[in-house]
Structure formats: structure tokens, C-alpha cells
């Protein structure tokens, strides 16, 4: 079947059930598609991409009736590769099929104009069937896979994806930019719907993960750029400056609070909730257990700022040290050498990336209605470091407001009596399912809001504990049974959204909310109230997107390549995505996703080798005049000026780099440069038959 | 003849964003008029300005190039030439004496099926405001 | 349905009132919408309007929440003669609260305008609007004495001490959807 | 989103319209009076916006159309933007029912059209220029603390003020030219109260409704369960000696009404409520007659602790 044989092309329309039949008069279709120009067969039936439905074409091409194939149905994104299969199942070039797309573009589109949606599609049709005697046939090519997996982000859903594919005996570089992998969920008490705890659950994989052979951790880093693409990406990763010097470092926390009170800041672990160190380890089951030194927060005690200097008393002669370098025993924290404050650049060649960057929680002091400012008005996720065993008041659960007083006693070692909470109020939807801030519902708050509060209730049953909830979202194994626990357990559900929150003499709040079931307005005076505010993709999310050449959605996630069919895959190849940063979810749904990922990751590179389209550009040499224009203008730097034997410069295009974007074949003056599969005269062909359409019509 | 025109409108359209947020459109049933037809391009950096010219030469009412928003486009910076060259295009356009809203350049994601929609609509409304391709009379 | 004498009845027939409002072809929420609650229909019932609304507070029946959700029914008749609208202080707290930018306050006076038409005013209202036709001021007091008293003029230097002004001020409201709807006498 | 046009001065020196509304000229034209003292000698020209009328308040023309309401409001507003001015009003239902109107014309072209329609008809046009400030603002944010510290010849030592903002000079915060960094936690009557050495401390119903306008007029009754709420909190939170107010009808309200539920005994006290236009007049030196002469709870008590110092 070569090329200058004559087209003979095959038309066959698909009725989608009623998704296309139900619009668009088929047969009427089929009636005008015989008129069409090389058109020989012209077929409909119920469901084209089904078994019987593809067996039609291929007998026809077996039979020797066609050499082109148009199959007039839904959409190429998702079926021209089922297609192109069948062509070449039957022993045709795959690249004699084009793809007329009147089920997306056109009867759902124009579902009520059934007449008018007839019409398009005959126009659809007409254009395909014009590009379809223009094709060509194509091979495809092959590249080479690197095995390596580069995963950015080390909460759960990082984490795992890691250790699958560690497993699988793929190396893996995980890069996290805390000084500590954990993510989140580190940062959770009990966890839903099981109420284990998560730092049980969570730290023996963190140690598995700094102990597997396979994987290279990479924390308190970045990645600061990608090259290259699918099977081939360069990446350039900066290891932060921690200033420490982590061989030496056995994170044994001599330094942690040697720190003066100047240098004291908000620690990022509790929420802020207490103060932490300049030097710090993030938290005591903190994997690396390495201790790092916030820079923006030191103040150099003694002037010792790893300039190289080394400041001497000037009556002893002996050093000056700060306490941080005084007080450690393995010399880890001195700073008498040098630290570049840049850190370090690592470069790594890998096949695929997963991105599992996680959420932040939205901050609560633009809720103004909800006395945001006031100490005891908290978020959950303060919540969760208050009730943990880890938090501030080691899991005692007390005022926000009282900590301080707490944590001054126990730096003396004196005993305080702190009054006892009595009502606890929570808060759903506190930015989410909100127009001004996130139209989404943050799917996790429900769940955790009774968590919390059943965690709560069950160790302190004297507790009055309310919950405002717009509805509860409970969808998941054995959420409602939880849900409906809570009830059991005597915690007060109350549906409608909460107000305003003011504060009341005698250091309470006042909860202002409304009861639909019982149609009034309620209040409920309270000692704390938890804001369940939205999970939000982190601000810096949208710039490692566009470093990566992926997309975010409306709602500032990442954005998968189809939500139901491709859930972990994105828009480029090779890049998969898992847990928080696609979009709001708890750890069961994270792990999942990310097992997920790891397993397309796998199944991509496992076979070493990918076939990639050949619709790529090339250059003819023969019309090529080496003007250079294209040159400059590829994104992807694949076309080179050469000199050939005739001793001219003339372009080439490196058909490993090109993208097939067309940018050069658009601008070439002198139509030396074809991109095959969307050639000059393929597109114009198409336009034509459309610009022209009401002529062809009558 | 006139009362029966409809307009006839090309969108050339990037197999990332546009094409997509057309099929979004479709598949959420967003409706938009009939008369705008599709042509897929790998890219908008790939639409030549003899695409447009010659569609609108051959009788096309409207033409529209889309695009991914500026930053997101999948080969990097396709649709920042395809910005520069429709600049040029406008030029030419009124130059063969064709109102230069007959074509347009758009950024639509593809995620934005609604917006799809919407531009369709209101393209085609300034297309029927205009009334038919001067160049078709002749 | 269960018919009270007037109101809502105790017994709402869902069916019945939308079989209504197909007959009359006209529905109450796009009613209401033209009258300026144009948000209304992304209402998701939250009640964080009702949480903080004087009216609810006080107990009056059709506060925000349930107005609203009241018009998505397509109840109309029924809320003719409630005064609930009529007592929204337009202080919009709901609006500031409002998490799907409803703006309640203006499904209240949404409502009034649709009252309005059917003629189911106060009469103190008619009586404002009268006043505020005839002097410009809709709460016209006969403070003259308490201005004299305070060392102040006998009239203000408004529409009350200023014809042409005044006059301005009618041709203004002739031009209007007051004038059309004929509430209060226009004809000097 | 409210195209924020620049706001129209006089030359050099701070000058406004002085929109009077109707409440304060025919109910408490004290506070007119108050206005008439303060400013001149504060260093703000007023101008008497002849011609003026209701603003339209809520329950006129904003309950018939919204055209209508829009049309009323931008006759007024002309007045200040024909002589490059903005307007100043001490009354919260005038500050509320022209800002809304301003901003539903700024947003909405197809209003602004209609409206400007109906003003040709008087041979005027409403740009968007002028808008309506309120009295406090100016005072806090245009004459500025310092000034009024300068000026008062009465500080208010050892004197508790409950300060009542009202819902207009808060919500809906986009609309107004002015905001409150937190409006559930307004604090620029607070601060201006403070700044004739006054106490003037939050209370838990700092923000809450007093109850005025069309909740009273419907129905009383409610209306003083409302009020009387209000009042119990601030002498019980604070025991306060008056109430301030920027706001003519929560003026009136917690005035008239303190005066009602004594007498069905339901309120066994009595705080004074002045305008903090009246209180600031009082601690310039201006009669008191005239700046402060018309209330229904008595204020002559504090009036002479205010005098006598
Ligand atoms: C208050 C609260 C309570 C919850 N309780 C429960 C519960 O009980 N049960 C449950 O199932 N779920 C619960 N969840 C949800 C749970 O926290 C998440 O499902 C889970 O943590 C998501 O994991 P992740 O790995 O996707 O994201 P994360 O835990 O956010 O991890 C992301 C990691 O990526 C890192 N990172 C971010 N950006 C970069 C970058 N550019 N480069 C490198 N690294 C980066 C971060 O530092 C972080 O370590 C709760 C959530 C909240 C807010
Ligand atoms: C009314 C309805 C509407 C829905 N709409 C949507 C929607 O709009 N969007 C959406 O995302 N989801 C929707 N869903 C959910 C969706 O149907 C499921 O998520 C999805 O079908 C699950 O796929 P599955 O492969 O797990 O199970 P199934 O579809 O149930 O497939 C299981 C297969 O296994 C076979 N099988 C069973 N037992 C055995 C056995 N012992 N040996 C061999 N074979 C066996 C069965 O015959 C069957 O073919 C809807 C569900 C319902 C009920
Ligand atoms: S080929 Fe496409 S249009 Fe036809 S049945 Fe399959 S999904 Fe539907
Ligand atoms: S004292 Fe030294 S070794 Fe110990 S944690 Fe600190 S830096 Fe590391
Ligand atoms: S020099 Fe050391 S002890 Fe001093 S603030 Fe910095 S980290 Fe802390
Ligand atoms: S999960 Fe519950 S609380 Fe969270 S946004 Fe959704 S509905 Fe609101
Ligand atoms: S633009 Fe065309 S002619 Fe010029 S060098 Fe490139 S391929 Fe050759
Ligand atoms: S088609 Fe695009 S990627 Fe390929 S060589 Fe041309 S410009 Fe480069
Ligand atoms: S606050 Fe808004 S969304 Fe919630 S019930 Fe009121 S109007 Fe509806
Ligand atoms: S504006 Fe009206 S409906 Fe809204 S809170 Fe105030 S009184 Fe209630």
C-alpha cells in the first residue's frame, strides 16, 4: 500500500448510542458523505470504538476497499489512538486516519438545533475527508528511557510513591523543601476513619524511606529547573544552605534551645503556637533528624555569621562561640568556615517526576466576622497540635490563650493551674464552598472536624462540644458510621454555617449561628472555636507548575490530564501528579494516588523504550535558502544551521528534540519545513472545505 | 438571501487548550452556535497567516485563533509568536478592506469550556452584527 | 394544600406551586432577579445570613435564609402580606457574611419591589413616599420649633426652602417607576 | 469592583456639602447646629448644598426601583459634583443609601445610563465623581486626631463611652469610600472618642443592631426587644455614662427608646446618648442649648460633668 496509490478512503460515523444519533441525523451524514471526493465506503454504526464496531473498518481494509480511514465520532484526544490501533492492526499505516470529531464539537454542542447540528457535521465530515486525501504515512520513532524517578514532595503521598517504586527496584530522587519529609500529616494527632495515631503509622515509613538503598533524599531542597522531556528530563535541584554541617549532625538537640529569646520565632510545626529556635529541628521524629538554621530568624550571636572570620576575646584570646556552636558536641553547628548561602545546585537525569507537593491550610486572619485575632479562635489544624501529644501543651488540652502562661511554668518548673476548657465550637467551610475565597469544598474538614471533636469528647466527656456544619460530607468507607458516632457520643451537630464569632467578657467567645432544622437563629458561648478553614494549593505551586510545564486548574491545583480516565497523569508526559497538590483529599485517597503514580511511572519506563509520534518537523533541503529565521524561534533549541556538500548553511531539525509545535513551519519564508501530520496543505485543505462550506452545501 | 444568511465561522484551534476547551464545552453541554466549526492545530505558534487569509478569501465570516493562556503554553512560548504574528495578521486583514474584528485571537484553557461557549456566542453575534465576508459579494 | 386564611400554609404542596407557576409563566425567582437579587440562585442555604439578621433575631417569619429559599419554590401569594421585608434594616450584615455573595439585602428589597407591584405596601411607606413627593423628605417633621429653638432657620436649605429644587425633584420621580405604578398622587 | 473615581476638593482647603438628610434637620437639629459650629472652626468649609432632599431613604424609592432610588440619590450628588465636591452627612441611613446607589451606578453602566436619562430631564448628569463621606471619617481620616485634640477645650476624663458605629457606617464594606480595617471590630469611633479623653472600651454588642428604621416602623415592639438588649449589655459591660453615636437614627433609637421601656418598666436606667458630632461641639465650647438641646433621656448630668470637668 504505497503512497502514490490512489486514496480510497473509508467513512464511518459513529451514532454514540443516542450521544450523536440524538443530534445529528446520521444517515443524512452517511447520504452526503458518499458525495465527498475519494470517498468509496461510507458505514454508521451504534458504537464505532466497540469490538464489532472497529472489526467493520478493519475487514474493510482487509478486504482492499480503502487505504484512508475518517471515523466520524468523538473525540481524538481521547480515541484516535484506539483507532490508529485498528488501521494498524489491519495492516495499515496508522497514519492514513484522520479523525472527525462530531460528538464533542457538535451534537452535544448543539443539542437542541438538531437540523443546524446536521449541517456541521456534514462540514466536519467534508473537512476530515479533505485532509484524509492528503495524508501520508508515518513511522513512529523510539527514545530511550533513564529509569530514575525524580518525586517532588515528601508528605504521604511522596512518600509512598517512593517507596513503590524503591521497591520496584527504580532509583528515586526525592526532593522536599522542609528540612523533614512528613508533609501534613506529621502534623496530625489521631487520623480518620480509624483514629490511629499518625505519628505511629507515619514515622516507620519516613525511616524506611532515609534507609532505602534506592531512593536519594534530597530535603531542604528545590528544583529549580527541567529540561528535556518524557524519558529524558534534566533537572537541576538546589540543596538549600542549612548551615549546619549535616555529617557531623546526630540531631542529638543539644542546640535547640540555647537560642536567645531575640532569635526566638513562631515554630512552623505548632502552627505557631509556641516559639522554636533559630537553630531547629523541625520535630523530634523529624527524618533527616538534622538540625538547620533559619537564617532570617539568627541574629549571630558574637558576630559569628560564617563569614570565615574567627573573632578572639581580646583578654583570653579564646574564641568566641555562639551558644549554638558551644553547646554542640560533634562540631556540627561551628561556624568558622564558609557557607555559601546558596547552597548547592545538584543535577540529575531522570525519566519521569512525580509532583505530590501537598496543601498549605488557608490562614485564618482574613475571617473577620470570626474574631480571627483573638487567641483562642483557631484553625484545625492548631487544633491538631493542641490535642496532640507532640503540640505545645503536650496533648493537655487547655486554652490557646493559656499557653504561654503553660509554657513559661514548665520552663521553671513550676506548676500552673490553668482552667479547663468547657465548650468547644467548630466551623465548616471557612473559605471553602465561599465565593470570595474558594468556590471548592475542601472534602477533608467534615471528617476531621468530627475526628477532633470525638478524639475531644471521648477523653474529656464533661466537654459541650458543637459543630456548624453547612452539611456533613461523609462519602467514604466508613465515614458515616464515624459521623454517626459523634452523634452518639453526644457531641451537638448543628446544620448551618456559623456568623460571626465575638468575643464575650470572662475570656469567651460568642458563637453566632443558626440552626436550619429548627429554623432559628442559636448562639453558643464558648472557650474555643476551630475555623475548618480550606485546604488551598501553596502560593509557590503555580511557579514549580510553569518551571515544569504542567497546568494548574481555575482553583490553583494541579491539573490532571482527565479526571476520570487519567486521574495521576498531567498534560506532559513522563510527569505525574498525587495526593494535596491535584486537590483536596485525605490520606487514604493520597496513598492511593500515589501508588497510583508510582505504577504509571513504572509501567512508562519499565520497557526502557517509548514509541513517540513522528509528528514532527523536517526540513527540505532542496528548498531550504539557510535564511536562519526558523533557528532562534524553536523552543525546544532542535534545528541547526549546517553546512551542506554544496557548501551552503541549511537548516536541520534534530528529530529527538523536536516537539512537533509547528512554530518553525509557520514562519519559514520559504515553505521548506514540513510538520508532518499538520502539513501545509493538510490544514489549508481543511480550511478550505470549511471557509467554503455554504457553496459546498448548495 | 440575507434573511437565510448564517454566518460562517473558523476556529483554528491549539490541541491543547482550545480544542480541549471545545470538547469540554460540548461535554458539558454548554451551548454555542452552530455556525462555529473546528480545525485542530498542534499549536497556535503552528497557524500561518495564510491560514486566515486564505479562509477568509475562501468565504469564512470570522476566523479565530486559540490559544493557552500566556505561560502555559505546552511548547513554552508557541502562543507568544502566535501573538506577534497575529499583530501583523490584523494589519494585513484590514488591508484587503475586511473589518479586522472578523478575526480574533483568544486564550482559552482548556478547562475553560464555558468560556469556550461564551466567546463563541458572542463572536458570532459580532460576526452577524457585521454581516457577511465583504469578499464573498464579490 | 391545607389553605389558612391568608400566609404560608402549614402544608406546602410543592407540585401545586410549581404547576402555578408554569400556568402563570412566569417564575418568582426570575421575578425577583429582575428586581435586583440576581444572585439568589447560588444561595446554598448555609444560614450564615440568618446567623447574624436582626429579623431573625427578633423572630420575625421570612428572614433571608427562608425568604430565599421561599422564592426558589416559587412561593409568591403566600408572602404578599408579610411584613418581613419590610422590616429588614437593609444593614447588610448578610451581605458582608454571605459566603456565595447572595447579598440577602437585596433579595429583601427585591421582594418589596415585587410587593410593591401587586400593591401589598405599608401604609407607612405610601405615606413616606408622599412626603418625600411633596416636600422631599421622606420623614417630614413639623420641627420648626425645635430648629428655632437650636438657632437655626425655620427650614433647611433642601427641597423644603427651595421651589425650583423641589420642582427638580418631581420632574425626577414623574420619571419614574413611581409614576407608573400610580402609588401616591402626582398630578400638580 | 468599584471604580474609585478621585475625590473631589476645593482648592486647598478641606470643603464639603453639608447633606443634611431628613431625620436631622426636622427631628435633631441640634446635630445640624453641631455640624454648623465644629467644622468652620475645625478648618473645613461647608457648603450648604441648596436645593437638597431625602436622600432617598430605604423605605421610599430604594423599595420601589432601583432606577429610582439611583435617580434621587444622583440629583443629590450633583449637587456636590457641580461644585467639585464631595458630600458629608452625619446620618448612616444617608451614608448607606447614596454610597449603595453610587456603587450599583459605577458597577452596572445599563443604571447609570437610565439614571442619567431621567437627570437630563433637569438638565443634570451624574458622573461618578461625588460621593457621600461621613462625618466620622472626615473627622478621623481628612481633619485627623491631632487637630481635634488641639481644638477641644473639655476633655473627658474618667468618662466611659459606649460607642454605637451602626450597621451603615460597617456593611457592606465594598460599597463605602471609607473602610474599617475589621468591620465586626470597628475602631475609628472608638479612637475619636478616645481622642477627648474618653474611655471608650469594646463591648460585646459593640456591633449589633439598635433596632431603628423599618424594624421599628413595622414592628415596635421587636424593635425594642432589640434595643433593650443593647442597652443591658453596655451597663452591664461597662456602666457606661453616654452612648456616642455617628448615626442620626440610632441616635434617635436609643434615645426615644430607653425613654419607652422606662415607663413600661422594663429598663431601670438611664444613659445618656449624644452624636459625637454633639460631643465634640460640647467639648469645644459651643452652647449647649444649641449643639445638644434635644433629647428625651435626660443629658444635663453629664453635660455639666462634661462642662464643669
Ligand atoms: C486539620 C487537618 C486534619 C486532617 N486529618 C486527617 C485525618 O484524620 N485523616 C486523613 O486521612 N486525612 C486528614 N487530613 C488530610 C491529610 O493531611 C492529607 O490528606 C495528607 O496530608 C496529604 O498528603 P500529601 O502528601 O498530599 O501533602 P502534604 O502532607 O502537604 O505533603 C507535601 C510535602 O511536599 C513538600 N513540598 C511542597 N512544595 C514543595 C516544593 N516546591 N518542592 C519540594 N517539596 C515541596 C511539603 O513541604 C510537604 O512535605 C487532615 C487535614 C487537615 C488540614
Ligand atoms: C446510578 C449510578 C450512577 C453512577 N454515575 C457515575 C458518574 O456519573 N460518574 C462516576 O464517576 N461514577 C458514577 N457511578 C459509579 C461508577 O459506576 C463506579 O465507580 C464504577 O463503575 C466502578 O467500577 P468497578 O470496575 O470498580 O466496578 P464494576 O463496574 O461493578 O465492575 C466490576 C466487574 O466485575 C465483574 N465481577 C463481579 N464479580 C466477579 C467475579 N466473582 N468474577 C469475575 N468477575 C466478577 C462484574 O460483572 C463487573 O463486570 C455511578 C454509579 C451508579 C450506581
Ligand atoms: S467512538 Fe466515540 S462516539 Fe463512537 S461510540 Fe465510541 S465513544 Fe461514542
Ligand atoms: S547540637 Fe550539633 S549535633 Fe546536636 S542537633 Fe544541634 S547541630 Fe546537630
Ligand atoms: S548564632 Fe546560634 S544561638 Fe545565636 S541565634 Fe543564631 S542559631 Fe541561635
Ligand atoms: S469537607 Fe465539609 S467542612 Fe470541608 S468544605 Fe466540604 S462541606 Fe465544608
Ligand atoms: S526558515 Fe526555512 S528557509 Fe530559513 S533556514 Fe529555516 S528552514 Fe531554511
Ligand atoms: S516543530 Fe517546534 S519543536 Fe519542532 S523543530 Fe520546529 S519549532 Fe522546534
Ligand atoms: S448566607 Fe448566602 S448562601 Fe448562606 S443562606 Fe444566606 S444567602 Fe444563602
Ligand atoms: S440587611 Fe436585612 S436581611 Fe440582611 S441582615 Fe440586615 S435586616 Fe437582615
Avoid at chain 1, 452523634?487 to 475570656?507: E, H, N, W
Avoid at chain 4, 458629608?88 to 447609570?112: D, F, Q, V, W
Wanted: net charge negative; hydrophobic share 40%; with cysteine.
Amino acid at each position: 500500500m504505497s503512497n502514490d496509490e490512489k486514496p480510497r478512503i473509508g467513512v464511518y460515523i459513529c451514532h454514540c448510542g443516542e450521544n450523536i444519533a440524538g443530534a445529528v441525523d446520521v444517515k443524512a451524514v452517511a447520504e452526503f458523505a458518499k458525495t465527498l471526493p475519494d470517498v468509496v465506503v461510507v458505514r454508521d454504526y451504534l458504537f464505532m470504538c466497540s469490538d464489532p464496531g472497529q472489526e467493520l473498518i478493519k475487514q474493510d481494509i482487509r478486504d482492499g476497499l480503502i487505504n484512508r480511514v475518517v471515523v466520524a465520532a468523538c473525540t481524538p484526544r481521547t480515541h484516535e489512538p484506539i483507532f490508529r490501533k485498528a488501521c494498524e492492526d489491519a495492516g495499515l499505516n496508522k497514519y492514513f486516519f484522520e479523525m472527525a470529531n462530531i460528538r464533542d464539537q457538535c451534537s452535544w454542542a448543539h443539542w437542541h438545533e438538531k437540523e443546524k447540528a446536521t449541517e456541521k457535521a456534514k462540514a466536519i465530515v467534508a473537512a476530515a475527508v479533505a485532509k484524509a486525501r492528503l495524508l501520508e504515512p508515518l513511522e513512529d520513532r523510539y527514545i530511550e528511557l533513564k529509569k530514575d524517578v525524580l518525586v517532588i514532595g515528601g508528605g504521604i503521598a511522596g512518600i509512598f510513591a517512593s517507596l513503590d517504586l524503591a521497591n520496584a527496584g527504580f532509583k528515586v530522587h526525592l526532593v522536599e523543601k522542609s528540612p523533614s519529609i512528613g508533609g501534613n500529616m506529621a502534623k496530625l494527632d489521631k487520623t480518620f476513619p480509624t483514629n490511629d495515631c499518625s505519628a505511629c503509622i507515619l514515622t516507620p515509613l519516613m525511616v524506611e524511606v532515609a534507609n532505602h538503598p534506592n531512593i536519594n533524599l534530597l530535603t531542604y531542597s528545590e528544583v529549580e529547573s527541567i529540561e528535556g522531556s518524557v524519558g529524558n528530563f534534566k533537572v537541576k535541584v538546589r540543596k538549600k544552605q542549612t548551615y549546619v554541617d549535616w555529617d557531623k549532625c546526630t540531631g542529638c538537640g543539644a542546640c535547640l534551645d540555647v537560642c536567645p529569646p531575640k532569635a526566638r520565632v513562631p515554630d512552623e510545626f505548632n502552627e505557631g503556637m509556641s516559639l522554636r529556635g533559630a537553630i531547629y529541628i523541625p520535630f523530634p521524629q523529624a527524618v533527616p533528624k538534622k538540625a538547620v538554621v533559619d537564617m532570617d530568624a539568627c541574629i549571630k550571636c558574637g558576630g559569628r555569621d560564617f563569614s570565615g572570620k574567627e573573632p578572639k576575646k581580646s583578654k583570653s584570646g579564646k574564641p568566641i562561640l555562639a551558644p549554638c556552636e558551644r553547646v554542640c558536641p560533634t562540631g556540627a553547628a561551628d561556624r568558622t568556615p564558609y557557607r555559601d548561602p546558596n547552597g548547592e545546585i545538584v543535577e540529575l537525569e531522570v525519566g519521569a517526576i512525580i509532583v505530590a507537593t501537598g496543601y498549605k491550610v488557608m490562614d485564618k486572619r482574613v475571617f473577620k466576622e470570626f474574631s480571627p485575632d483573638h487567641p483562642n479562635v483557631i484553625t484545625a489544624m492548631q487544633m491538631e497540635r493542641l490535642i496532640s501529644a507532640t503540640g505545645p501543651s503536650e496533648g493537655k488540652l487547655v486554652k490557646p490563650s493559656d499557653i504561654p502562661k503553660l509554657l513559661e511554668a514548665k520552663k521553671k518548673g513550676e506548676k500552673v493551674e490553668i482552667e479547663k476548657p468547657h465548650t468547644i465550637t467548630f466551623i465548616s467551610c471557612v473559605g471553602s464552598r465561599d465565593n470570595r475565597y474558594h468556590t471548592y469544598c475542601s472534602r477533608v474538614c467534615c471528617m476531621y472536624m468530627l475526628k477532633q471533636a470525638m478524639i475531644l469528647k471521648e477523653k474529656y466527656p464533661d466537654l459541650d462540644i458543637y459543630i456548624f456544619f453547612i452539611d456533613v460530607r461523609t462519602p467514604g468507607k466508613d465515614f458515616d458510621e464515624y459521623y454517626m458516632r459523634c452523634r452518639q457520643l453526644g457531641i451537638k451537630i448543628i446544620k448551618g454555617r456559623a456568623g460571626g464569632i465575638q468575643p464575650i467578657p470572662g475570656d469567651k467567645l460568642l458563637v453566632k449561628g443558626y440552626d436550619a432544622e429548627i429554623c432559628k437563629p442559636v448562639e453558643v458561648v464558648t472557650d474555643i472555636a476551630v475555623l475548618a478553614t480550606a485546604i488551598e494549593p501553596d502560593a509557590s505551586l503555580k511557579e514549580l507548575a510553569r518551571t515544569l510545564g504542567i497546568n494548574v486548574g481555575a482553583e490553583g491545583f494541579l491539573k490532571e490530564r482527565h479526571t476520570k480516565l487519567y486521574p495521576v497523569d498531567t498534560m506532559t508526559e513522563g510527569i505525574f501528579i498525587a495526593g494535596c497538590a491535584q486537590g483536596p483529599k485525605d490520606i487514604p485517597d493520597s496513598v492511593a494516588q500515589a501508588k497510583a503514580a508510582a505504577a504509571s511511572a513504572m509501567s512508562l519506563l519499565e520497557p526502557g523504550k517509548m514509541t513517540v509520534e513522528p509528528l514532527i518537523s523536517e526540513v527540505n533541503k532542496e528548498k531550504c535558502t539557510g535564511c536562519g529565521v526558523c533557528v532562534p524561534l524553536c523552543p525546544y533549541g532542535a534545528i541547526s544551521l549546517v553546512k551542506c556538500e554544496d557548501g551552503k548553511l541549511r537548516s536541520e531539525i534534530n528529530p529527538a528534540l523536536c516537539k512537533g509545535c509547528g512554530v518553525c513551519t509557520a514562519a519559514c519564508p520559504s515553505k521548506a519545513i514540513t510538520l508532518h501530520g499538520f502539513t501545509y496543505e493538510q490544514v489549508l485543505a481543511q480550511i478550505r472545505t470549511i471557509a467554503r462550506w455554504p457553496e459546498i452545501q448548495a | 438571501m440575507m434573511e437565510e444568511w448564517e454566518p460562517n465561522i473558523l476556529v483554528i484551534a491549539c490541541n491543547w487548550c482550545t480544542y480541549q476547551a471545545a470538547d469540554m464545552a460540548g461535554s458539558l453541554r454548554y451551548c454555542y452556535p452552530p455556525s462555529v466549526k473546528v480545525v485542530r492545530v498542534p499549536c497556535s505558534g503552528r497557524v500561518e497567516p495564510e491560514f486566515v487569509i486564505e479562509a477568509l478569501l475562501n468565504g469564512a465570516d470570522g476566523v479565530l485563533i486559540g490559544g493557552c493562556h500566556p505561560g502555559d503554553c505546552h511548547y513554552k512560548e508557541g502562543n507568544y509568536k502566535a501573538l506577534r504574528r497575529f499583530e501583523w495578521l490584523k494589519k494585513i486583514v484590514e488591508e484587503l478592506g475586511i473589518e479586522p474584528e472578523r478575526v480574533r485571537l483568544e486564550w482559552i484553557a482548556g478547562s475553560e469550556g464555558l468560556k469556550f461557549a461564551e466567546v463563541m456566542k458572542e463572536f458570532d453575534e459580532t460576526i452577524r452584527r457585521l454581516g457577511p465576508n465583504p469578499l464573498k459579494k464579490v | 394544600m391545607i389553605e389558612p386564611e391568608e400566609g404560608v400554609p402549614t402544608v406546602l404542596n410543592l407540585s401545586e406551586i410549581a404547576e402555578r407557576e408554569k400556568e402563570e409563566e412566569e417564575k418568582v425567582v426570575e421575578i425577583v432577579r429582575e428586581f435586583g437579587a440576581e444572585n439568589l440562585i447560588y444561595c446554598m442555604q448555609c444560614g450564615s445570613c440568618a446567623a447574624v439578621c436582626p429579623l431573625a433575631r427578633v423572630g420575625f417569619e421570612w428572614y433571608n435564609k427562608k425568604l430565599i429559599k421561599a422564592l426558589l419554590l416559587g412561593l409568591k401569594e403566600e408572602l404578599l402580606d408579610d411584613p418581613t421585608p419590610w422590616a429588614c434594616v437593609a444593614c447588610n450584615r448578610c451581605t458582608e457574611v454571605c459566603p456565595r455573595l447572595v447579598s440577602p439585602f437585596e433579595v429583601m428589597f427585591a421582594v418589596r419591589r415585587m410587593m410593591v407591584e401587586e400593591f401589598a405596601i405599608p401604609t407607612l411607606a405610601i405615606e413616606g413616599l408622599r412626603a418625600l413627593y411633596e416636600y422631599g423628605h421622606a420623614v417630614y417633621m413639623t420641627g420648626r420649633e425645635a430648629r428655632k429653638k437650636v438657632g437655626l432657620p425655620e427650614k433647611p436649605p433642601s427641597t423644603d426652602s427651595d421651589e425650583q429644587a423641589l420642582k427638580d425633584l418631581k420632574t425626577i420621580l414623574k420619571n419614574t417607576k413611581l409614576a407608573e405604578l400610580g402609588l401616591i398622587p402626582m398630578n400638580d | 469592583m468599584i471604580a474609585e473615581t478621585e475625590s473631589v476638593k476645593g482648592e486647598n482647603k478641606l470643603k464639603f456639602g453639608l447633606f443634611l438628610g431628613c431625620n436631622i434637620p426636622f427631628n435633631r437639629p441640634d446635630v445640624e447646629q453641631a455640624m454648623r459650629k465644629i467644622f468652620p472652626a475645625l478648618g473645613v468649609e461647608i457648603d450648604d448644598l441648596k436645593g437638597q432632599s431625602c436622600c432617598p431613604t430605604w423605605g421610599t424609592m430604594p423599595s420601589i426601583d432601583i432606577v429610582a432610588w439611583c435617580a434621587v440619590a444622583a440629583r443629590n450628588l450633583c449637587l456636590g459634583e457641580e461644585k467639585g465636591i464631595d458630600l458629608m452627612t452625619a446620618c448612616n441611613s444617608c451614608y448607606g443609601s447614596l454610597n449603595e446607589a453610587r456603587h450599583k451606578m459605577l458597577t452596572n453602566p445599563e443604571i447609570h445610563k437610565s439614571v442619567n436619562e431621567i437627570l437630563a430631564k433637569i438638565g443634570k448628569k451624574y458622573e461618578g465623581k461625588s460621593k457621600c463621606r461621613h462625618v466620622a471619617w472626615v473627622l478621623y481620616k481628612d481633619v485627623g486626631l491631632e487637630k481635634i485634640k488641639e481644638s477641644i477645650k473639655y476633655t473627658l476624663d474618667d468618662i466611659t463611652i459606649a460607642v454605637q458605629p451602626g450597621c451603615h457606617f460597617l456593611w457592606p464594606s465594598n460599597v463605602y469610600p471609607d473602610k474599617e480595617e475589621d468591620p465586626f471590630n470597628p475602631k475609628v469611633l472608638r479612637e475619636l472618642c478616645e481622642a477627648l479623653g474618653a474611655e471608650a472600651p469594646y463591648y460585646s454588642k459593640l456591633v449589633d443592631c439598635c433596632g431603628m428604621g423599618a424594624l421599628r416602623s413595622t414592628d415596635p415592639e421587636k424593635s425594642f426587644t432589640l434595643v433593650k438588649e443593647k442597652l443591658e449589655c453596655i451597663k452591664d459591660e461597662l456602666d457606661a455614662d453616654m452612648i456616642v453615636t455617628t448615626c442620626s437614627s440610632c441616635l434617635i433609637q436609643l434615645d426615644d427608646a430607653q425613654e419607652r421601656l422606662r415607663k413600661e418598666g422594663k429598663l431601670n436606667f438611664s444613659i445618656p446618648v449624644l452624636h459625637y458630632v454633639q460631643l465634640l461641639a460640647l467639648c469645644m465650647g459651643f452652647d449647649p442649648g444649641q449643639v445638644a438641646g434635644i433629647s428625651v433621656t435626660p443629658r444635663d448630668e453629664i453635660i455639666n460633668r462634661i462642662i464643669k470637668g
